[in-house]
């Protein structure tokens, strides 16, 4: 199993910036993708963005271009560099880890709240 522990969520200005990290340990697979997903109140959780353990991303649209997504596999952590933030960036992001597809070994963190408000 994986798991998966998040950091950097809070409170933010519209127009600030945060970054999220999620670090993961135990049984992971080299083929994987990593990512972030969010969750706005009343709301389907949507995909935000990915990352391939060969480098290959995947943004939501309303992300693309305010938020980056990389990863640092010597210490098995994915990052959101967060900017430009609004009001609608509100959710509960989750970080996800996903093996092989068919092996069906997929993972979740616990969420981390992102508020953006005046």
């Known amino acids: 199993q994986v798991q998966l522990v998040e950091s950097g969520g809070g409170l933010v200005q519209p127009g600030g910036s945060l970054r999220l990290s999620c670090a993961a340990s135990?049984?992971?697979?080299?083929?994987?993708?990593m990512g972030w997903y969010r969750q706005a109140p009343g709301k389907e959780r949507e995909l935000v963005a990915t990352m391939t353990n060969v480098g290959s991303t995947k943004y939501a649209d309303s992300v693309k271009g305010r938020f980056t997504i990389s990863r640092d596999n010597a210490k098995n952590t994915v990052y959101l560099q967060m900017g430009s933030l609004k009001p609608e960036d509100t959710a509960v992001y989750y970080c996800?880890?996903?093996?092989?597809?068919?092996?069906?070994?997929?993972?979740w963190g616990q969420g981390t709240q992102v508020t953006v408000s005046s």
């Open positions: 996800s880890y996903k093996g092989p597809t068919r092996l069906n070994y997929d993972y």
């Open positions: 135990g049984n992971i697979f080299s083929i994987n993708t």
